[in-house]
């Protein structure tokens, strides 16, 4: 059996990979300690908060599609995407040149809802057809 034809049997295992891989990749970014930053106040908020709103509303976009969606599924990812940044803000306080930030974690929380909403559209698109 070919590893593509063990993930069709098994496809929540392959959404789990790719939660676990996005998270992989907001971890990686998290830990570098000096990203290019504008010298405008303004627009260094309006970029790190929409990519804070971003990151974080693609991950609670793949973790009801893990989860399968549903009423408790979304709370769920709501809560599992919401513990993430705060578990993001608390690693930020260990590299050299970032900290934690509040506003990073209200970022995140406004992406992880919006993502949710675009899981809840697509769903109701794809239940259609």
Known sequence: MSARDWLRQHPGLGRW????????????????????????????????????????????????????????GLALAFGLALLYGVSDEFHQAFVPGRVPDVMDLLWDGLGAAAGLLAWGVLRRITERH
């Open 17 to 72: 990979a790719a939660v676990l891989a996005w998270m992989g990749f907001i971890f990686l970014l998290s830990a570098q300690p000096d990203l290019p930053r504008p010298e405008s106040d303004w627009l260094d908020l309006l970029i790190s908060g929409g990519a804070h709103f971003g990151l974080y509303g693609v991950l609670a976009f793949l973790l009801s599609w893990a989860l399968g969606g549903g009423g408790r």
